[in-house]
């Protein structure tokens, strides 16, 4: 190995990763001291003659607080950031993730080992929920647009604005105490190499929706671009209530149908069949350039904006159970949506580097739209009202999220000492105005009944009728702060890291849901109208007239809200201090020793909003502190073996959405949510042991087994009525969380093989993950429910969780399979990436009715990406080439008892394709 590959690779892990107090923790000098070997250029290298060379990597940038990620000490080489972390981390570079092809960061993490995405953007690590995940953003936390996560959505982040995506899963103190499954942590790109200008197209189809028939509704004029013109903003009569402080059963007839006249907005009521849906597409440019100011201080701007619309069609077959056994359909219905995403982002990013100092100051902006509509028909048996009947329902409806995020990182060297300072504010915010539901129904009673074969909607909720809107809102806000100070007691033997955090995240929620209802006198004529028609003006105003409805007798209709506490302020302050220490007493031994201690208290509260508004005593306040202590010990042999045993304790928080007591739906699966007051945090006890041994050119395999033990674990549980799936949550008693990991990666040259092979590489990735879990339940164990009025209310944990179940999300088997085929010389990449992950339950149903749990099936996915550099004219072009789901595995979802198998929400996911060509200038 040349001279000048060795000082390379130092230079690379002294200064290209950012950490403060970095460069003492490895012993340079004997990375120096290898002997060194001039080979002629012409003359390959074996790579396995190069057992300890990492040096082709390419360089990472990568983030995190404390700079706890290059420790190892007392051993010979450069070292990759797997390797030469104390603690047991992932790493995807830019380059790994452009492999994988995927457009976001969720999908390129799920084919990190035990991580798997819930298809959402919210990514599990070792089959715990996302509410055991950390994510963080240049080390610092993200505020979530989602009313069902406080952890952001990974969906959102494109894959070309991050840098580096690290996933570290044996916990240390320098990060946030809630860290059950694991942290990721997303670094952004800062100073360019170079100066840059690229520009993107790309455009992309699946099987189930491109050339085929859709629903759409109109909307406004910029819905395309992801923006309202106005049309979605209150007017009138109802902007004036929704502002104002009395409750609507306060007002006169007269003025509630004011409001329900002035909700009224054909363009966002009326769903129409589009006939051959166009292609997706997508666009954008990134730019980064630096220079030189005031000497030798270099200055780097990055700046990249994208825009993507895509189209996608699912035919959701819904069904529901009866609810209790026998496991029975008590409604067989099928839905057909098509959701319409429009996603903008843009990142601004400055970063200053001055000797070894570094100042980064990061703008993220990500805007993601989803507009939907869609039509069930839903045949429902023996129900309640009618013998049998068949029901039609309609649906349309926008969701905005918005994320903005502001940050500023300094990151020091002062002489050996580091000194790493953080701060940022980020602001998420969910929008969705007139969500519009509707449902007629027929009786199938003819001739008997005159409109027994007629579909209607008499406004009559008694029966069933379904007219309704929902205006829901969501803000949350972060501010963070945090420093961390790295002192060398003894160098290269012995550094203390002394660090302290403040986060403080305000969430206002607010859900207002409106119904309308007429008398059971309402005309059957008038009730076959589409809704636009029903719901009109005109309508509501003649309803009011006598002989509406019969001779000398109105039918007025009427505007009911039924929540009185429609709108809830949440807010969770942590102040958090740490203590760290790494010793390397002898040759290849490291031990990172540290605890934390943070002091948290999480409050939420309804906000009042109407005057002599009721309490119904839905409030929550934790005030918990903790002692989180963790270690990991580390030891590295010659021959590249390296073992390592972790230990540590930490927490996991209710989520805010967890612990409102108010109703939201998911637009996916149509399951209704309902959160718990009553919630405690959860505690965790984490074990791992691992051996890695790495061998050749970034060539690595690794064995480990983890154990965790949850006291406190918050689990949904369902019920079900005849059309309606609701879900609520708990503390079970106590998980457990056992299961081990193998991993295997291999690049290998081909030079040998000669021809078109001299310059290609193969590349060979697999990951296999076995996770066992099981909730513990006794029989004297509870859980608190919280009842309207009376609050917690002690309940047999028995009688919603079965013991030896096992938890939510979590998969017996992960697999994931990458084999490519790469130029050395050029860009020109194939490689066919295979996913796999078993059953895992979505939620459980309650012991009481005995129904079996709600299972998901993901299955197995064969992926192909095939990266091709050209050179037109002189302009460096990048194509890509992308297939998707070539198993063609549907999205399964079914509660099965062995006899009889019940679909609540699986569709058919098709195949996908997408092209796309980069321009360099």
């Known amino acids: 190995m040349s001279t000048g590959k060795q000082l390379a690779g130092l230079l690379l892990l002294s200064t290209a990763l950012t950490y403060p107090g970095v460069a003492f923790a490895q012993d340079t000098g004997n990375a120096a001291a290898q002997p060194a070997t001039e080979t002629p250029v012409e003359e390959p290298i074996n790579p396995d003659d190069v057992v300890q060379d990492d040096t082709a990597q390419e360089e ?411 205006f829901s809102d969501l803000t949350e806000k972060l501010y963070y702060g945090g420093v961390d100070l790295t002192v060398p007691v003894v160098l290269d033997v012995f550094s203390v890291t002394v660090g302290g955090a403040i986060s403080d995240t305000d969430r206002f929620s607010t859900r207002r849901a409106f119904f309308y209802s007429a008398p059971s006198n309402f005309p059957l004529g008038i009730a076959t109208l589409r809704p636009d028609l029903l719901l009109s003006p005109t309508v509501i105003e003649a309803s009011n007239i006598p002989g509406f409805a019969s001779p000398g007798v109105a039918s007025p209709i009427n505007l009911i809200e039924p929540d009185r506490v429609p709108a809830f302020d949440a807010d969770l302050e942590v102040y958090a201090g740490y203590l760290k220490g790494v010793l390397t007493p002898a040759y290849g031994l490291t031990i990172d020793l540290g605890v934390r201690y943070e002091d948290a208290t999480q409050t939420v509260a309804a906000r009042e909003i109407f005057d002599n508004q009721v309490n119904i005593g839905a409030a929550t306040n934790l005030e918990n502190d903790y002692w989180l202590p963790a270690g990991t010990i580390t030891y590295q042999f010659d021959n590249g073996l390296q073992l390592r045993a972790s230990a540590s304790k930490t927490i996991a928080r209710p989520q805010f959405r967890e612990l409102l007591f108010q109703r939201f739906t998911d637009p996916d699966s149509l399951r209704t949510f309902v959160g718990n007051p009553s919630l405690q945090d959860s505690e965790l006890f984490n074990a791992e042991a691992r051996a890695e041994y790495y061998f050749g050119q970034r060539s690595r395999v690794s064995l480990g087994g983890f154990y965790k033990s949850i006291d406190n674990p918050i689990e949904p549980f369902s019920s079900f009525t005849e059309n309606e799936q609701t879900t609520r949550f708990a503390n079970a008693p106590k998980a457990e969380v056992y299961g081990g990991e193998f991993e295997f990666v291999w690049n290998y040259d081909l030079y040998d093989w000669g021809g078109f092979f001299e310059s290609k590489r193969a590349i060979v990735i697999a990951n296999y993950t076995y996770t066992q879990s099981q909730l513990i339940v006794g029989p004297d164990d509870q859980s608190l429910i919280f009842v309207s009025n009376v609050g917690g209310v002690p309940s047999d944990s028995d009688t919603l969780f079965r013991d030896g179940a096992p938890l939510s999300g979590q998969s017996d088997h992960l697999l994931n399979l990458q084999l490519g085929i790469e130029d050395v010389d050029r860009l020109s990449q194939a490689t066919l990436l295979l996913s796999y992950a078993s059953d895992r339950v979505v939620s459980r149903n309650s012991q009481g009715s005995q129904l079996p749990d709600i299972i998901q099936r993901p299955g197995a996915r064969l992926d192909l990406v095939i990266r091709q550099g050209l050179d037109v004219i002189g302009m460096p072009l990048e194509l890509k080439f992308e297939a998707r789901n070539l198993t063609g595995t549907d999205n399964q979802e079914f509660i099965d008892d062995g006899t009889t198998r019940i679909d609540t929400n699986s569709y058919d996911i098709g195949q996908s394709f997408s092209l796309s060509l980069t321009a360099e200038f």
């Open 60 to 470: 990472v940038d990568i983030s995190v607080p404390g700079g706890n990620i290059i420790t190892v000490t007392g051993v010979r080489g450069p070292r990759d950031v797997t390797r030469s972390s104390a603690q047991v981390v992932s790493v995807l570079s830019s380059e790994d993730i452009a492999r994988t092809g995927e457009g976001d960061i969720a999908g390129a993490l799920s084919r990190v080992t035990g991580l798997s995405n819930n298809g959402d953007g919210r990514v599990f690590v070792r089959g715990l929920g996302d509410r055991y995940s950390l994510a963080l953003l240049n080390g610092l936390p993200l505020p979530s647009p989602e009313p069902l996560s406080r952890v952001v959505p990974l969906d959102i982040f494109p894959t070309d604005i991050i840098a580096s995506s690290l996933v570290q899963k044996s916990y240390s103190a320098n990060f946030p105490g809630e860290f059950g499954g694991g942290v990721i942590n997303l670094t952004t790109e800062a100073i360019p190499d170079e100066s840059f200008f690229e520009i993107s197209l790309g455009i992309s189809g699946d099987t189930e929706t491109t050339f085929e028939n859709g629903l759409l509704y109109y909307g406004s004029d910029y819905d395309w671009f992801g923006f309202d013109t106005g049309r979605r903003d209150p007017v009138g009569a109802l902007d004036n209530f929704l502002n104002g402080s009395t409750a609507l059963e306060d007002l006169t007839l007269a003025e509630r149908q004011a409001i329900a006249s002035s909700i009224t907005k054909p363009n966002l009521m009326v769903v129409q069949k589009a006939d051959k849906l166009r292609p997706n597409f997508s666009g954008g440019f990134t730019a980064g350039t630096s220079f030189f100011v005031g000497g030798d201080a270099e200055l780097g701007i990055i700046a990249t904006a994208n825009l993507s619309n895509s189209l996608r069609n699912r035919n959701v077959t819904a069904q529901r159970p009866i609810g209790s056994l026998p496991v029975a359909v008590a409604s067989d219905g099928e839905r057909f949506v098509t959701d319409n995403r429009v996603l903008l982002n843009g990142l601004l990013g400055f970063g200053l580097e001055f000797g070894e100092q570094k100042i980064r100051w990061t703008n993220v902006y990500i805007r993601d739209v989803l507009k939907q509509a869609s039509l069930s028909r839903t045949e429902v048996f023996d129900a309640s009202a009618f013998e049998d009947r068949t029901e039609i329902g309609q649906t349309t409806a926008w969701f905005e999220r918005q994320l903005i995020d502001t940050q500023l990182v300094g990151e020091f060297r002062l002489g050996d000492i580091g000194l790493d300072v953080r701060a940022g504010y980020a602001q998420t915010d969910r929008e969705s105005p007139y969500e519009f539901n509707f449902e007629y129904t027929r009786t199938n009673d003819a001739p008997s009944n005159p409109f027994g074969d007629i579909l209607i909607n008499p406004l009559n909720r008694a029966r069933g009728d379904a007219a309704e809107v929902t």
